[in-house]
């Protein structure tokens, strides 16, 4: 029943998506806030469709910290769910990701519409440039700036290491950061097929004033608190 669940999980998405991205093209002309308000859509229709198929609920702790303005939010980066997940919870947001997801047809061309800063992994000193350039500009415009700061999908259980680009995109901004810990990969692991039925806990944590911080410390506080966090969790 997994499997089969699983798979019809799989062709949903693969019919929907092509045909949800081909009528997102179409906001094109529109702002790039409303662009993200309608193409986010995609995200809340494949949560849905999660837990009809494949029984996958969510909780949310720490709701009372969601961000009132922009902001840099540092999540722990385990499932395709959480990429799902944020667009639900959180403000507007845009992401820091590769480049690379912006060529696949279909996805990656609403994917660019929403305006991510997709960034050249190899090259690194520019990447970071580009990462406090837009991501300045992204803010100004009203957006939260996503960054998984491992900088990949982490098995569960697992840490990976926090790398500094988010800690220092809000040192230089001057905007707070929100962490945020969760334990979808025991449900849906990297990269998996398989989508295991329960409930994903995800708990937002109170942001973290940046001002008078260098980017080392608001590393090392995002990091402590995530790690500390996953394991209050259900395992």
Known sequence: MLVIRSLIFLILQVVITPIFSVLALLTFPLSPLTRYRIISQWANMMLYLLRLVCGIHHVVRGIENLPKEPCVVLCKHQSAWETLALQKI???????????????PFFGWALA????????????????????????????????????????????????????????????????????????????????????????????????????????????????WIENEIQQLPH
């Open 90 to 104: 959180f403000p507007p947001q845009v992401w820091v990701l590769k480049r690379e997801l912006l060529w696949i």
């Open 113 to 224: 519409l929403t305006s991510p800063i997709a960034i050249k992994r190899s090259d690194g000193k520019g990447a970071m440039r580009q990462l406090l350039k837009q991501g300045k500009e992204r803010l100004g415009q009203g957006f939260c700036v996503v960054i998984f700061p491992e900088g990949t999908r982490i098995p569960f259980g697992q840490r990976g290491k926090y790398k500094i680009g988010g800690a220092l995109l809000a040192e230089s901004c001057g905007v707070p950061v929100v962490p945020v810990a969760h334990n979808a990969g025991r449900l849906w692991g990297r990269n998996a097929f398989s989508k295991h039925p329960g409930l994903i806990t995800m708990s937002i944590g109170e942001r973290i004033e940046t001002k008078g911080l260098k980017a080392e410390e608001i590393n090392a506080r995002v990091e402590t």
